[in-house]
């Protein structure tokens, strides 16, 4: 017969090296130097986390527990299979599942509770299905519109947003009802219902370039609604790690919209994307100058000093290797070559700096924005590879820019810009980028891999560097 005390006690020290594991993970994934120990840290953590519970004394049946754990790792091998290009849809399709877990949880608890449901249990109870609910349709909607299944574009429609504003207060006033009457069952399906449409009003109006963004906060109140469940549960642990999951995801989110120098309601409702009529028509009058891999290679065997600034074209093409070599030819020759990382290059935080490290390019070469600006104007050779709106001077130049005051990467300030791009095409926001036509600016047009693949074989047959 097992001990009661003595398991909950050996439980309780399990949740609390979890938690310390947790907390530790965040710390150590703040560095690419320690990432890796980060993540082993977090994953160990939840294996504790999961050990612990299933010692718990409420269980009586593992039969549905051994049922779920193979469900889970059947469907999970898949989707743990992703290029590094799908890892962004991957995170919101996690958000997605486990906010549609606390959903469950949740509406399972009101229903074995009510109508005897004590008004602190009952309010917590509201926010975590609230949240729960809008986060599941609202990550759903995020993985489809990175997938490409759903237009990219703001959807919108007149009043959108009072109608969403609408829907969200339906929905907290039908909770505040319930914590005054926790019997009044007939309610609780609109409670969770209405956020569910509420979700997916929310992130249709939000463009590509506010994805990173996006999923930052779906990710916060993913964590948050995860902590309310704790209280619901009486799970310190849950509370713990949904309060890390929720503070670090706002937190990250607050970070992502200064990088962009807009706040959430710019983000939420300013549908921030939308193709502009008038830049796309001046393009056409607009004349470029382009150039060979030929060319290119021999501007860069002549450098001193070259900035790499990845973008999600790179990634789209997986050339993040072709990157590492090319670093390896550039660096061989004498010449200093850094990599220009800015916060939301990319479909999400850290993006560029996961593909890089990846292809095994040293941690000191990655700079962020704040780091490397300054370093432009004495810079022989900027080269930027699909990064678009980052790198637009018309956030400085142009008030009525949708992009006017996101911090940019300064590579216009270059002696020479090279931009491998596959056309002319606008980036997530959906407008011109002036660095195109600039004099001191060649485009490099073709397929970024394959264009990377051709400067470095040119280097290769060329002379040292001089």
């Not at 290029?83 to 849809?89: E, I, K, L, R, S």
């Not at 509770?113 to 926010?127: D, G, I, K, N």
Request: net charge neutral; charged share 15%.
């Amino acid at each position: 017969m097992i001990n009661l005390p003595a398991t909950t006690h050996v439980i309780e020290v399990i949740y609390l090296i979890a938690s310390a594991l947790f907390i530790l993970a965040l710390k150590w994934m703040i560095s690419p130097a320690t990432a890796r120990r980060g993540i082993l840290a977090g994953e160990i953590g939840m294996v504790l986390a999961i050990a612990g519970t299933l010692l718990h004394h409420g269980i009586v049946d593992y039969k549905w527990i051994a049922i779920a754990l193979v469900l889970g790792t059947v469907i999970g091998i898949p989707l743990g299979k992703v290029h590094m290009t799908a890892v962004p849809q991957r995170t919101a399709l996690s958000h997605a599942f486990g906010s549609l877990c606390v959903t469950l949880v949740g509406t399972a608890e009101f229903y074995l509770r009510s109508p005897e449901v004590p008004r602190f249990m009952m309010s917590v109870l509201s926010l975590e299905v609230i949240l729960g609910a809008l986060t599941f349709t609202g990550s759903l909607m995020a993985a489809g519109k990175l997938q490409e299944i759903l237009p990219q574009r703001p959807i919108t429609y007149k009043g959108q947003n009072l109608v969403n504003l609408s829907f969200l207060a339906v929905s907290i006033a039908l909770a505040v009802y319930l914590v005054l009457h926790p019997g009044a069952k007939q309610f609780f399906p609109f409670m969770v219902g209405i956020p569910l449409v509420f979700g997916v009003l929310m992130v249709i109006p939000i463009g590509g370039a506010d994805m990173p963004t996006v999923i930052s906060l779906l990710n916060s109140y993913a964590g948050l609604s995860a902590a309310a469940m704790g209280f619901v549960l009486n799970s310190k642990l849950l509370i713990i790690a949904g309060a890390l999951d929720g503070s670090s995801g706002f937190i990250l989110s607050v970070i992502m919209s200064k990088a962009m120098n807009r706040s959430f309601t710019n983000v939420l409702f300013g549908a921030f994307g939308q193709v502009q009529p008038a830049a796309a028509a001046g393009a056409e009058e607009k004349t470029v100058r382009s150039a060979t891999a030929e060319e290119a290679a021999q501007i860069l065997a002549a450098a001193n000093k070259v900035v790499i600034v990845p973008g999600y074209g790179m990634a789209v093409a997986q050339a993040q290797h072709k990157v590492r070599e090319l670093y390896d030819a550039l660096t061989k020759r004498g010449v200093d070559v850094k990599f220009a990382i800015h916060p939301v290059a990319g479909r999400m935080p850290g993006h560029m700096n996961v593909l890089l490290a990846e292809a095994d390019i040293p941690y000191d070469k990655l700079l962020d924005m704040d780091e490397i600006n300054s370093d432009f104007p004495q810079t022989d050779v900027a080269l930027v590879i699909g990064a678009n709106d980052v790198t637009n001077p018309a956030a400085r130049t142009d008030a009525s820019s949708p992009i006017f005051g996101m911090p940019i990467l300064d590579v216009d300030k270059a002696r020479t810009v090279m931009v491998i791009k596959r056309s002319m095409s606008p980036g997530f926001a959906g407008i011109d980028n002036p660095l195109y036509y600039l004099d001191r600016t060649l485009m490099l047009f073709g397929d970024a891999k394959a264009f990377v693949g051709s400067i470095v074989r040119e280097l290769a047959g060329g002379g040292s560097h001089g």
